[in-house]
């Protein structure tokens, strides 16, 4: 079974979070952005370290459905990373998740002072990348 990287993509950071397939997903980290050389190029050091045979991107997507201007961003991203690095890259819908990242830490209590710092830190986006995993795992369990 594969590796599968997911990634959550923001205009300053970049969520990772990881899984192999038939397991939980698990976070890896965020990146800050640089360029989009930089990027890519960390991105694959990432996916060569870590075996990946597939990626996940987080597709943004209006609440009814529809693609904005951020979804043809991530789509372009998707395909130059593609190419750099050569393994299939599949989008998943990513509508609320980084919501449901930030309710996750309410939930457990965390001060608005400590969810400013965690999402300073990149800790919000690589929940985000973590519930776009779980998701696309979860969908192709369902077929």
Do not use: C, W
Request: charge should be positive; glycine fraction near 12%.
């Amino acid at each position: 079974m594969g590796r599968i990287l997911a990634l959550d993509l923001g205009r300053r950071r970049i969520g990772m979070a990881i899984a192999v397939e038939g397991s939980a997903a698990h976070g890896i980290g965020a990146m800050a952005r640089r360029s989009l050389r930089e990027d890519l190029e960390r991105l694959k050091r990432v996916a060569e370290e870590r075996g990946v045979e597939r990626v996940v991107v987080g597709l943004p997507l209006n609440m009814d459905g529809s693609e904005g201007a951020m979804a043809g961003e991530v789509r372009q991203f998707g395909e130059r990373l593609r190419t750099a690095l050569g393994v299939e890259v599949v989008y998943q819908d990513e509508r609320l998740t980084s919501f449901a990242a930030e309710e996750l830490l309410k939930q457990r209590g965390m001060s608005l002072k400590r969810m400013l710092e965690a999402k300073r830190r990149g800790v919000v986006d690589e929940m985000a990348a973590v519930a776009v995993l779980d998701d696309y795992l979860g969908r192709t369990e369902r077929g």
